[in-house]
């Protein structure tokens, strides 16, 4: 079994990328900027928030934060966004989710200029992922990609599972899964709460990849021997050894699951830190125009 070092693999690209970005200003163009807004306090988004401006700093990008208390109107906060895709300074921007529930989250999806959504959420970067056209591809099934790349596992005609159907993960997952390229041309099946044979499609699986947020719901039992398995589950469990009182528990029942696999992600440090080094990827891209003018 070998495990899929994320947080090294992150590491690595960010270092890519600086250099790259060092390159760019040597020779007199723009330092990329990502903006972001945050609405609220919530544990987990201030989290992911400010880990994304520290890798930015890493980077070399520049980056600007930009907060509303949680009775920001919708108004007002479609009023930013407008503001954000006129700044001609900012190459990209976010908007981290999820909004207060009187906050219409498609709408300011909606809103964002598919040209800065770097989160590749807008249904014009979705729809171009899904016929094989250049854009921003959402950053968690792109984290996914690059692990499967770097680690050379082999997908072309595999049986992947991807467990979970949201627009964010299960559904890019499973078209980048399923696209004529390398990593992609698998064989894929997308199982989520409705589906009868689950455990059954994971025990064919050659490629499992868990989303859906459910603490160790895969066992060893739904694990073919020599499976690959991407673990993106990052649920939040009460431990009271932990500084915070809580700990990141995965979807993959790990002790049990790992001597199986020919490949798994650990959780945390696989796929977590993926996530925000593809965020810098779009980034440098929407810094460079290089996909969209
Ligand atoms: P989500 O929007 O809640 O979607 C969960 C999906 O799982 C849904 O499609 C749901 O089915 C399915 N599901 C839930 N329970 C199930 C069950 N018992 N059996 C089969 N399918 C079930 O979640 P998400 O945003 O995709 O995130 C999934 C997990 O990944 C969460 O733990 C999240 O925290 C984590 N995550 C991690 C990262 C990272 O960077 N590591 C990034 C994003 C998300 P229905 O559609 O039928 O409801």
């Not at 040597?26 to 306090?41: C, T």
């Not at 520290?54 to 930009?66: D, P, Q, R, Y």
């Not at 729809?127 to 950053?139: D, E, H, Q, T, W």
């Not at 891209?285 to 290089?290: E, H, I, N, R």
């Amino acid at each position: 079994m070998q495990l899929i070092d994320g947080k090294a693999v992150a590491a690595q690209i960010k270092q890519e990328i600086a250099a790259e970005v060092e390159q760019i200003v040597a020779a007199g163009g723009k330092r990329p900027h990502l903006a972001a807004i945050l609405v609220g306090h919530d544990g987990g988004s201030e989290t992911y928030v400010a880990n994304k401006v520290k890798a930015c700093e890493v980077c070399g990008f520049k980056s600007t934060l930009i907060r509303f208390e949680a009775d920001v109107t919708e108004a007002e906060l479609l009023n930013k966004v407008e503001e954000l895709n006129q700044d001609a300074d900012v190459d990209g921007f976010i908007v981290q989710l999820p909004l207060p529930k009187h906050i219409s989250e498609q709408k300011v999806i909606e809103a964002i200029d598919y040209r800065k959504d770097v989160d590749g959420f807008h249904p014009i970067n979705v729809g171009r992922l899904n016929i094989g056209l250049p854009c921003y591809v959402s950053a968690t099934p792109n984290g996914i990609l690059e692990l499967l790349s770097r680690y050379q596992i082999e997908t072309s005609g595999k049986k992947c599972v991807v467990l979970g159907r949201s627009n964010i993960v299960g559904k890019p997952m499973a078209a980048l899964m399923m696209r004529k390229a390398q990593p992609g041309d698998a064989t894929v099946t997308v199982c989520h709460s409705h589906s009868k044979d689950l455990v059954k499609e994971c025990q064919e699986a050659d490629i499992i990849i868990a989303a859906i947020g459910r603490p160790n719901f895969v066992t060893a039992d739904m694990v073919k021997e020599g499976a690959v398995i991407i673990d993106v589950g990052t649920t939040r469990v009460p431990d009271a050894t932990k500084k915070s009182g809580f700990r990141l528990n995965g979807d993959v029942k790990f002790d049990e699951v790992a001597p199986k696999c020919s490949f798994i992600t650990p959780v945390p440090g696989g796929v977590g830190p993926m996530t925000i080094v593809s965020l810098m990827k779009n980034t440098l891209l929407a810094g460079k125009k290089a996909i969209y003018d």
